[in-house]
């Protein structure tokens, strides 16, 4: 008699009826991504292990790690636009995730006081698009909706820190949208039974982060500084709002555990709980660089609201899931430098 092979078919069990251990499945929006990179590179290196997938209008090319991607045999990335109904219906059905990070958004204030009625129209409409296929479809998946700490908008010194039951008050197009979205999940997780979580996530940055954000341009700057392709002239929009900065490997880690941990219908900050001067961020960059610069404030770059101070407070993450966060500042400038470095050292070459 020939010895039995096991194999696994379609129910997970072997010819003997084993239970096999199949893998979750994640599905994360915003593939591409600055923080998506991030997110699904700790995926890949920690336990347990996920059957990641990915959607995105563009393939992602994560540049930002040096010598290595998060790609491995467990990631499948699926090209498509979100405002694609009938693809995204398809796309979910076919996966069946257990889990859905939704990071796709136009995330930018400056892009959306240029373009608003493009902005909230993606934003919201993007989000709503993942939550009805679910409802429509009977989709088990658990999702993850991120949000922003410009859903506050305009607060005083007495509101700070700002914790999670602090009113809402959008101060701009970008923040609208945010609001919108997280209000959609209520409505969704209340009224439908959907399994949704929010966070309120304030100002991140970290290696990998577009120039587009202001820590990212203003440490870009100083690396063509350095390079000799640029005067030794910071230029900035208002240099005296104060922002809440966290590192983004921090916020992947916060992101990993509410994705199983957070309650649902729970909304929670992430943030430092630290304020920061823009102005204060270039002085510290001159410092630990050692490059003397000057500050340029361009009123191009100032937006027509601005909020003078965000400061957040992650008592409740911490509370909860004794998150907090890990990754000094400076040691966050040092990587970003490092990033923006290697990326224009590469164009030279090429």
Known sequence: MHKKTPFVINTGRSVYGKRQIQMKKILITGASGFVAGHFIRFLASHPPKF????????????????????????FSFHQADLMDMPRITSLINKIQPDYILHLAAQSSVAESWKTPVASFMNNTNIFLNILDTIRLNDNAARVLSVGSSEQYGIVSENDLPLKEDSPLRPANPYAVARVAQEQLATIYADGYGLDICCTRSFNHCGPG??????????????????RGLQDPVIHIGNGSIVRDFV????????????MTKGKRGGVYNICSGTGRAIREIVMELSRILEIPVDIRQELSQIRPIDNPRIIGSNEKMHKEFGWQPTVGFEQTLRSMYDCWDQRMLHDFKH
């Open 209 to 226: 982060q577009s120039d587009r954000f202001v820590v990212s341009g203003i440490v870009k700057q100083f690396v063509r500084i350095s």
């Open 247 to 258: 590192d983004v490997r921090d916020v992947i880690i916060a992101y990993n555990i509410l």
């Open 51 to 74: 059957e990641i997938h990915g959607i995105s209008r563009t393939r992602p090319s994560w540049d930002f790690f040096p010598g290595s991607t998060p790609l491995n045999e467990t």
